[in-house]
């Protein structure tokens, strides 16, 4: 069994900072990609920031510059520093990850956090 437990989120300033973390544990033999998602009351959910087991990053136009995201490969968690926080960034966060288990690769996805942004 293979779960990813967030932390982090909360209600921040305009401008504030925030840093998600999202832990996978379980029967683990290896993670791919590890990214974050976000979606907002009413919109499609869109993807934040993803890496990849060899650090290569990707990240969407409206975070750059402001978003950050990490790995550490070997307590299997991925880390979403938010800097400059908006209001627009206000959402539920999730994270998701490829993992292999049991010679089977899946995606799996945690339970998300809200993140909500005054202004």
């Known amino acids: 069994q293979v779960q990813l437990v967030e932390s982090g989120g909360g209600l921040v300033q305009a401008g504030g900072s925030l840093r998600l973390s999202c832990a996978a544990s379980g029967s683990i033999f290896s993670i791919n990609v590890m990214g974050w998602y976000r979606q907002a009351p009413g919109k499609q959910r869109e993807l934040v920031a993803s890496i990849t087991s060899g650090g290569s990053t990707n990240y969407a136009d409206s975070v750059k510059g402001r978003f950050t995201i990490s790995r550490d490969n070997a307590k299997n968690t991925v880390y979403l520093q938010m800097n400059s926080l908006k209001p627009e960034d206000t959402a539920v966060y999730c994270c998701?990850?490829?993992?292999?288990?049991?010679?089977?690769?899946?995606?799996?996805w945690g339970q998300g956090t809200q993140v909500t942004v005054s202004s």
């Open positions: 998701n990850a490829q993992i292999v288990s049991y010679g089977s690769r899946s995606y799996y």
